[in-house]
């Protein structure tokens, strides 16, 4: 065994950096949050190449002294903590002293600085974690951080590191978290050059919310709940605005941004029956709670937490949440607007109110709005204005309808009659509509000839008997009955012709571009493999404000299916799924023929039942989908006659 040595100092700052700073987005983290705690209302982070080359973070904090300075890139240097007991309710957001000397070993760092009673500040170089040069220096009072050369180093951590595409959308990523961590700072983010992101900083997070999510942001419903010591506040989605996967998802513990399963299972099972499956709710929640009942010490990067009592937490969650939808209608409400006959162009649509005297005397050419209050006055002429109205007549009503009658039939008889006709054809009663067959390209598998009618017992060892619940296909063979699961089935079928199509995948192009909005790092991922994405049948374009627009998609995905697709994609390729490009490319294929495939509860013509079924029956790969549920399953006459006791 090899003798045991202590490893010289840079190497253990090497791998404590290891802990801390993955990549560019990490080293914003912790900047981040040393500037909130250093009581910083304006924010600015600009970045370059990624964040790579590139990486400043300006804030209007306290600033830190020319003795502070230097001490801060000591190892465990920290002016938040002073006992072991303060580990017990830790208030500050970063607190471990381990921040700026893993990221100052691993890159080149300018420091500047100056607190508020100093006359001038201080100027710092460090070079690998040593101070080179100090210097006295004017500046506003704050903090200014550049970051130059992240791993200049560490090349085996560099070969690790995306493209500035995908760096640079997940340091995005991290601005954005922390913009709604803290929406009393304002945030100003700049890449390239570009501003992607500011906030206003008034404290009020639906501002905040709207201006990382948009649009989107504001159909959010509001949460607010208290349990015990516990208190809730946020937005969620409407159920049905649900999405496919769970990358907007954010929780946030005391100020903290967390990844808690915990969490994450008390927001869906909120949810439950109100949501389709395969669907996850979007949310932006804070939960607030005592110090000391929450352990934010069980992670080197601060991303998980560790509640003294997991039921209050959970239940916090579960029932603020649970309270808002409970709150909320989807029900849109019809409002009716009555237009003169023949006037409904270029007419101006105007406001009125039971008290305004426009109400009780439209203008000319304008809506008249027949449901709102009417006056008393008002309700008194109209009720007078009926009752001396005169009244038809019935001798006078019959004849005007036989007369419209005899009009309608002579005006159908000129517009039927061909020349030499004097009466029109008898009535012609259609025949019952044939199913027509399936085109040569379609999302089922095309029937053959002798497949339009259903087969004989004898033609064939098996016979269709039917669907049940439009899900699911009944086939008869021998002793065993099947049920066989159609939209499994076809997904099953799709992607399986897809796998096996080495060339690049049909695709259609769309007269309107779809859009689709993402969170900052999905945009980023799916940017930085449009070739992947080109394979697959996609071609998409940056449209700015974490939109991406779909100009073209795969022949078999309709439009309405390519957002869904496209987040589901950008959620494989967040989760790392890249280890090898064919097995990229068979995630990405999975989401297309789900996507593509029928639905549980479609109606399905008999033609395409049968093609579904002689693909199953015929074919021994059939035997799951792509997500590993079972296609088929088999019920004997033996067991069904058990259950009747026979």
């Not at 946020?234 to 967390?258: I, Y």
């Not at 109100?274 to 352990?295: E, T």
């Not at 409970?326 to 006037?343: E, H, L, Y």
């Not at 109110?353 to 006056?375: I, N």
């Amino acid at each position: 065994m090899p003798k045991v040595i202590q490893l010289p100092q840079h190497v253990a700052n090497l791998i404590a950096a290891g802990e801390v700073v993955e990549r560019p987005a990490s080293a914003v983290k912790e900047l981040l949050e040393n500037a909130v705690d250093a009581g910083a209302t304006k924010i600015t982070v600009e970045i370059k190449d990624g964040g790579m080359t590139f990486l400043r973070v300006t804030d209007n904090g306290c600033g830190m002294s020319p003795e502070d300075a230097k001490t801060a890139f000591l190892r465990h240097a920290t002016s938040k903590l002073r006992t072991a007991e303060d580990l017990a309710a830790i208030e500050t957001m970063g607190f471990r002293g381990e921040a700026l000397a893993a990221i100052a070993s691993v890159s080149r760092i300018d420091l500047l600085t100056r607190t508020k009673d100093a006359i001038s500040g201080v100027s710092l170089h460090l070079e690998a974690g040593n101070i080179t040069e100090e210097t006295e220096a004017g500046c506003p009072v704050g903090t200014t951080i550049l970051i130059r050369d992240l791993f200049f180093n560490t090349p085996a951590r560099m070969k690790f590191m995306k493209s500035d595409t995908v760096e640079g959308g997940r340091v995005a990523a991290a601005v954005q978290l922390q913009a709604l961590a803290h929406p009393e700072v304002a945030f100003t983010f700049l890449r390239d050059g570009k501003q992607i992101l500011s906030t206003p900083g008034t404290g009020q997070l639906k501002d905040a919310v709207y201006c990382v999510y948009g649009r989107d942001g504001g159909k959010m419903l509001p949460v607010e709940s208290r349990w015990d010591n516990y208190t809730l506040t946020g937005f969620v989605s409407k159920p049905t605005d649900a999405r496919p996967s769970r990358n907007l998802q954010t929780f946030f513990v005391n100020g903290r941004p967390v990844v808690s399963k915990l969490l994450i299972k008390a927001l869906e099972e909120a949810y439950r029956n109100q949501i389709m499956v395969g669907k996850f709710p979007a949310c932006v929640l804070h939960l607030n709670l005592p110090a000391n009942a929450v352990d934010v010490n069980i992670h080197p990067a601060k991303t998980e937490v560790k509640f003294l009592s997991e039921k209050s937490a959970f239940d916090c969650v579960h029932y603020g949440v649970l309270g808002a939808l409970n709150k909320q209608t989807d029900r849109p409400q019809v409002q009716f607007k009555a237009f003169p006959s023949g006037k409904e162009d270029g007419l101006r649509e105007k406001a009125f109110t039971p008290q305004s005297p426009a109400a009780t005397a439209p203008l000319k050419g304008e809506p008249t709005d027949f449901f709102r209050t009417m006056t008393a006055e008002e309700y008194k002429n109209f009720s007078t204005a009926v009752k001396s109205a005169p009244q038809p007549k019935p001798q006078a009503a019959a004849a005007t309808a036989v007369k419209v009658d005899s009009q309608r039939k002579d005006a159908l008889k000129e517009s039927v009659l061909l020349p030499g006709m004097t009466k029109l054809p008898p009535m012609y009663t259609p025949p019952k509509p044939v199913t027509p067959p399936p085109a040569p390209e379609p999302p089922m598998p095309e029937p053959e000839a002798e497949q339009q009618t259903l087969p004989m017992a004898d033609e064939i060892p098996w016979r269709m008997v039917g669907e049940l619940y439009n899900s699911y296909i009944i086939v008869e063979q021998g002793e065993d009955a099947f049920l066989i699961d159609k939209h499994a089935a076809h997904e099953r079928i799709l992607f399986e012709k897809l796998k096996a199509n080495q060339e690049a995948i049909s695709s259609q192009i769309l007269l309107t571009p779809v859009p689709v909005t993402l969170n900052a790092d999905a945009v980023g991922e799916l940017l930085a493999n449009k070739g992947l994405l080109e394979e697959l049948g996609f071609e998409i374009d940056e449209f700015g404000d974490h939109t991406i627009l779909a100009r073209q998609i795969p022949m078999d995905l309709s439009p309405e299916d390519a957002a869904d697709a496209l987040e589901s994609l950008a959620a494989d390729l967040l989760a790392g799924r890249r280890e090898e490009k064919t097995k990229v490319r068979d995630e990405m294929l999975h989401t297309v023929a789900c996507k593509a495939a029928i639905k549980a509860g479609w109606t399905t013509s008999e033609p395409e039942l049968l093609a579904l079924v002689k693909q199953v029956m015929t074919r021994e790969d059939l035997k799951y989908c792509p997500h590993g549920r079972p296609i088929c399953v088999s019920l004997s006459k033996k067991q069904l006659e058990k259950q009747f006791k026979r």
